[in-house]
């Protein structure tokens, strides 16, 4: 069953820990993605990777890091210094950069 | 920097009517694409358009790709408590390595 998963669906954690979300896709695609999306709002890009270990900041990299050291994978981890990391976090993968985007079920975020 | 917006933000509509909504960009893109998100959901493809003037049909839904390609449009007819939901259009320039999500457009039917 191809597709991209992310878990856990809902994440809790306590303000001033470390968190990492996972991403995995078995699509073969060379390109990942994640997006932050607040209530109501649209979608704001974190950080993407064209390639295997290669990944370039999006619009809202702070706070944030990421690793690519397979294609199948691609964790965000939401550190401590990011201000208001309570949200709703997209993972989505591409053929190439570019290319219609498959996206993952997501992973709500509650920090208190 | 590069910038795409979408009208209306919120549509309410009666089942039956139909719905536009309105994708702009400040620059010329090479292709524009489309996602619906339900609610609770995750964005799933629609289509992507690449040609000037480029219109695309699936069933009720009707998209277009401005000749200027600065803009686009998504018109769905006769409205379904299906068709619920936020449609994203999402373009890039030529060069540019990443496409921009515009902001949404969040449709509501009334049955």
């Known amino acids: 069953d191809g597709g991209i998963t992310q878990s856990p669906k809902y994440l809790f954690r306590k303000e001033g820990q470390n968190v990492t979300l996972s991403c995995e896709q078995n699509l073969n695609h060379d390109a990942m993605y994640w997006y932050r999306q607040d209530p109501g709002q649209g979608l704001r890009l974190i950080y993407y990777s064209q390639i295997v270990n290669d990944f370039q900041k999006g619009d809202i990299a702070e706070g944030y890091s990421v690793s690519r050291e397979k294609k199948e994978s691609f964790p965000l981890t939401v550190t401590s210094a990011q201000k208001n990391p309570t949200a709703f976090y997209l993972c989505?993968?591409?053929?190439?950069?570019?290319?219609?985007?498959?996206f993952g079920p997501g992973t709500r975020l509650t920090v208190t | 920097g590069q910038q795409v917006m979408q009208i209306p933000q919120y549509q309410h509509v009666q089942e039956g009517e139909d719905f536009t909504t309105y994708c702009n960009s400040s620059?010329?893109?090479?292709?524009i694409q489309w996602y619906k998100q339900r609610p609770g959901g995750h964005p799933v493809f629609l289509i992507q358009l690449v040609k000037s003037g480029e219109v695309k049909k699936q069933k009720r839904l009707t998209f277009q790709f401005g000749e200027a390609k600065k803009n686009s449009s998504l018109h769905i007819t006769a409205t379904q408590t299906t068709d619920v939901g936020t449609y994203f259009c999402?373009?890039?320039?030529?060069?540019?390595?990443?496409?921009?999500f515009g902001p949404g457009t969040s449709l509501s039917v009334i049955p």
């Open positions: 989505a993968s591409s053929l190439r950069i570019l290319y219609e985007q498959y």
């Open positions: 620059t010329t893109l090479s292709n």
């Open positions: 999402a373009g890039d320039r030529t060069s540019y390595d990443k496409v921009i």
